[in-house]
């Protein structure tokens, strides 16, 4: 199979390319836009450090807009944890190599604080317990563990706590969420739950609905005033109401408010399968929250085709082909690019490798399976595991140990020894390594300042 | 309990043409199969109708059988295949003098095979690698073999035929040179009942010596697994065979809108294990690419494993010299004497294989009557119409109904063509039909996902319809998952590891399944 990376590992001599201008010059060039990479520019600005945010948000499409922090440590069987600071703390015994161990509790705690408040001011609230993980029911009815919930799932978490009365609205036609799924499966636990499907306000004729469609159609007060119509004759003495997760996708909490006045009641969202209307909230807020930063700049559309360091250690970088490419000459380069599905790893049948420098993948070994039998082994697959070893900042390793480049850094899921789908620990990772890392920048950089003072 | 005069277990190929043809003799029969049609070796293989031309060398007499079914078989149940049209070819290297036997056998067999230029063979797939150093056309199809099936037993029943899902022999009471009784136990339900015949058929395939040692008749068996893989895409227009000794990787059968790459001969000790290994992907990879190079950067969707069901009649080291044709054992040489066994045999020559079976139960019954799967085509039944790739989506486009959501994106299975087959799986059996059962009748879980979208969306139907109540749903789910996952495991890389990883993250990243209870 194909495998190019577009790093050359030859030195540029700065004056070849003196002729050639740099489109850009900037402290630190993210690739990579999911929750880490989002997370490490939001770090960074705040910092006041030149950013350059690249790449789309990938596998974060797939996000769910949860914010999971550790609830569950894989094995023979599996460990609940229902205090993820509890979790940390025995996670060097357990997991010694976890991203988690190279940071302080309380730093991550930070980090993820400063994430949570940076959304509050963009109308995108996060819930929880600070010392507990939240119960927050699934579309599919099974009760799933995080850390921070959107505000918008807030009611739902006490609703299901005290088993009160709630009315479940789903639509015709949106496959993809099943009411009475949920109801059914939950019988036993909270009998107080009862559905009806609805039309959605001016889907008719339409043949399928998507959860993403309906949230941005409720952007609009017409098509919010037809959907509290319909609903509002169908609640009886229920202090609750559920939606699929899709009220609004810009403006959700100023959406979510206006249709518990009118309806009078607590109106929470419950979590959809894929592409999730709660996670795209979470990308584009973030983004619309980077923009603010005039040292923020992002280029989405182009890919990294070459780098190359120069003689001064900094990264020259090549983004997109032929005559639509431009150059950046970056101080910093930070790796967000993901695994499998993001893109930052990539796995031919012989062996696992990083795609942008071909960094050294710990990964099984040849003998070794990347993949247990049962798909639901309780102590996950080895394959998810792989990725990146880094230092205590956060700088890729090479196999003898030593950082690969002091100025290079890897956060996120591409980090090794880092079961995100079982620890229930993607977006903690993704945010506490990118706290790491830009601070390891920052303190690089007010180290030069002072020489060069 | 239940009484009849032919009981046949096992619901694959042989055992569904088998219940077919007693029923067209009027010849009343039960039909028990332990898990579900086509779950062994007959929805285990690549689907090929051979032409012959396979076994021209080495096998004569199977060659002339397969030729013979094979043209039956496009006259009368033409709808289950797709007359593609086959090539072998020869790439540098390969044994000089088998192809030169080929050359000589076709015509002697009186297999079709038309010697072709390089050129027009890189003409007709453009795909095969230039290094070709011969190639001849030959008449191989593709047939679905659970459509096949799914006709069979259909008719069968329509005729008046009695077919039980899920139900597994748990012993064979004889007496005085007869099966007396057989125990039957639901797997779902743990139910168990008896069953009384005047005939007893095992048509097991790879599982045949434990019904016989169950009656008391010894039948030493061999096993030799056979793993296919199925690429995202269809590759090839035709057959593509390589024109060698039969080995690993030298097949690929359009199977619809994919292609099916065969096979692996690995011997088993026992049926404990039939998965495919990645092992076996891998090597069956870098065998087909000296043939067909795309191969290396295909994206494959899954592995499958099926086993032939060999009896020991020799010393023979390795599965595939054994003969392929078929084995039909009259048992009373065992001291029983209504007890019949046949096994071997292959996909194309199942109808031959049902018809000497029926001859054989009907003159040891005493009952004169033709057989008719010669001559009578093989109707469409509704319970196979949607088993073939790219005809639910034909169907759902040409239809147009606004209400009809595709609930499979990949395949695009549409609703109606989900609720119809599950419906029809109601009236044949008390138990909720399941996520797997659905896979073998329509391409739910069959395309890129591998069902990590329509195992949610169909359960959500599920639900709405009020056939699934409590934690029902996340079981279907995981087992279907489960049985999906056997097949991912041995081709994840690439573009299928990135898709696994979507599959993981919404079902236990997301959704927690794995801290469901089974």
């Given amino acids: 199979m194909r495998f190019g990376s577009a790093f050359n590992e030859t030195l540029m001599k700065t004056s070849i390319y003196d002729d050639r201008k740099y489109t850009l010059q900037t402290d630190l060039t993210i690739i990579g836009s999911g929750i880490a990479g989002l997370s490490a520019a939001l770090f960074a600005v705040q910092e006041g450090l030149d950013i350059l945010l690249l790449g789309d948000a990938g596998a974060s499409n797939f996000a769910s807009g949860l914010l999971d922090v550790l609830a569950a440590f894989p094995g023979k069987k599996i460990d609940h944890c229902s205090d993820p600071w509890q979790g940390m703390a025995v996670l060097p015994e357990h997991f010694p190599k976890h991203p988690y161990n190279r940071l302080q509790s309380d730093e991550i705690y930070q980090a993820v604080v400063q994430v949570m408040r940076a959304l509050a001011t963009a109308d995108l609230g996060y819930n929880g317990f600070e010392k507990e993980n939240v119960q927050v029911i699934t579309g599919l009815g099974t009760c799933k563990q995080t850390y921070r919930v959107p505000e918008s799932m807030w009611p739902g978490v006490k609703a299901f706590q005290d088993k009160s009365p709630c009315l479940l609205v789903d639509f015709h036609g949106l496959k993809d969420f099943s009411g009475p799924w949920l109801r059914s499966t939950l019988a036993r636990e909270w009998p107080a739950i009862r559905t009806e499907r609805v039309d959605f306000p001016e889907t008719r004729g339409h043949s399928e609905l998507f959860a993403v469609r309906l949230a941005q159609s409720l952007e609009s007060e ?27 996708l810009y403006s959700s909490g100023a959406i979510r408010a206006e249709l518990e006045e009118r309806l009078g009641v607590s109106i929470f969202e419950i979590p959809t399968m894929p592409p999730s209307v709660p996670g795209l909230r979470f990308l584009e807020t973030m983004g619309g929250i980077l923009n603010r930063y005039s040292c923020f700049r992002r280029e989405s559309g182009k890919r990294v085709s070459h780098i190359q360091r120069e003689e001064t250690g900094q990264f020259a970088l090549t983004l997109g082909e032929g005559e639509f490419s431009s150059r950046v000459l970056s101080r910093q380069v930070m790796l967000a690019t993901g695994r499998f599905l993001g893109g930052g790893l990539q796995a031919d049948p012989e062996q696992i490798r990083e795609v942008v420098f071909d960094l050294p993948v710990v990964q099984p070994s040849p003998d070794q399976d990347w993949h247990q039998e049962d798909f639901f082994d309780p102590g996950g697959h080895q394959a998810n595991r792989a990725g990146l070893e880094v230092d205590s900042v956060f700088r890729p390793l090479d196999t003898k140990g030593d950082v690969v480049y002091e100025n290079l850094y890897a956060v996120g899921s591409i980090l090794a020894h880092s079961d995100w789908m079982r620890m229930k620990c993607g977006a903690g990772v993704a945010i506490a390594s990118a706290f790491k890392a830009v601070q390891s920048i920052c303190t690089a950089s007010n180290q030069e300042d002072r020489f060069s003072l | 309990m239940m009484q009849t005069q032919v009981l046949i277990i096992g619901g694959g190929c ?123 056309a030959v008449d191989d199809a593709a047939v679905d073999p659970f459509r096949l099936s799914l006709d069979n037993i259909g008719q069968a029943v329509e005729l008046g035929a009695v077919y039980l899902n899920s139900h597994e022999v748990v012993a064979i009471q004889t007496k005085s040179r007869h099966l007396q009784s057989i125990q039957v136990r639901n797997v779902q339900s743990g139910r168990t009942m008896s069953i009384q015949a005047e005939m007893v058929v095992n048509a097991t395939g790879a599982w045949a010596g434990h019904i016989a040692a169950m009656a008391g008749a010894p039948l030493e068996m061999h096993y030799s697994k056979g793993t296919l893989l199925v690429t995202h895409y269809r590759l090839t227009n035709r057959i593509i065979n390589r024109l060698r000794p039969p080995s690993d990787g030298d097949i690929l059968v359009p199977g619809g809108t994919v292609s099916i790459m065969g096979t692996t001969s690995v011997q088993l000790p026992d049926l404990e294990r039939v998965r495919p290994t990645r092992e076996e992907a891998e090597q069956m990879v870098s065998q087909g690419a000296a043939m067909l190079p795309c191969l290396q950067s295909t994206r494959f969707t899954r592995a499958y494993a099926g086993v032939r069901p060999l009896l020991k009649q020799s010393e023979v080291a390795d599965g595939r010299a054994a003969s392929r044709g078929f084995a039909l054992i009259d048992h009373a040489l065992d001291g029983l004497d209504n007890f019949l066994t046949v096994t071997g045999g292959k996909l194309t020559t199942y109808r031959l294989m049902a018809e000497k079976t029926a001859d054989l139960a009907a003159e040891k019954l005493g009952i004169k009557a033709e057989c008719r799967t010669r001559t009578e085509p093989l109707p469409e039944s509704s319970l196979g119409e949607w088993t073939e790739g790219g005809k639910s989506s034909k169907a759902w486009l040409s239809q147009a109904d606004a209400g009809d959501h595709l609930l499979c994106e990949c395949e695009m299975v549409p609703k109606s063509h989900v609720v119809q087959v599950l419906a029809e799986l109601e009236t044949q059996q008390a138990e909720v039909p399941d996520l797997n059962q659905l896979r073998r009748r329509t391409r739910v879980g069959k395309g890129g996902c591998q069902g990590a979208f329509c195992s949610l969306r169909v359960t959500g139907l599920r639900y709405d319809q009020g056939k699934l109540a409590g934690d029902q749903g996340h079981r279907q789910i995981k087992e279907f998952l489960r049985a999906r996952w056997s097949g991912q495991q041995p081709i994840l890389w690439d573009g299928q590891l990135a898709q696994a990883e979507l599959t993981e993250a919404m079902h236990c990243g997301l959704f927690d399944l794995e801290m469901q209870s089974d």
């Fill in chain 2, 14 to 136: 042989t055992g569904t043409g088998l219940a077919r043809d007693l029923a067209l003799r009027g010849i009343p029969c039960i039909l028990v199969e332990k898990r579900d049609i086509n779950a062994g070796a007959s929805g285990g293989n690549h689907g090929l109708l051979h032409s012959g031309a396979r076994y021209v060398v080495c096998d004569p007499h199977s060659s002339r059988e397969c030729r013979a079914e094979a043209e039956l078989l496009k006259s009368l149940a033409p709808h289950c295949i797709e007359e593609a049209g086959g090539l072998f070819v020869a790439v540098a290297g390969d044994d000089e003098n088998y192809i030169a036997d080929f050359e000589s056998a076709c015509p002697r067999e009186g297999v079709r095979s038309e010697p072709l230029e390089v050129r027009e063979a890189l003409e007709r797939e453009p795909r095969l690698t230039p290094r070709l150093t011969a190639a001849y």
């Fill in chain 1, 222 to 248: 017409r098509v919010r005033q037809k959907l509290a119509a319909a609903v509002a004759p169908l609640i009886r003495d229920e202090q609750f109401l559920a939606f699929p997760a899709l009220l609004g």
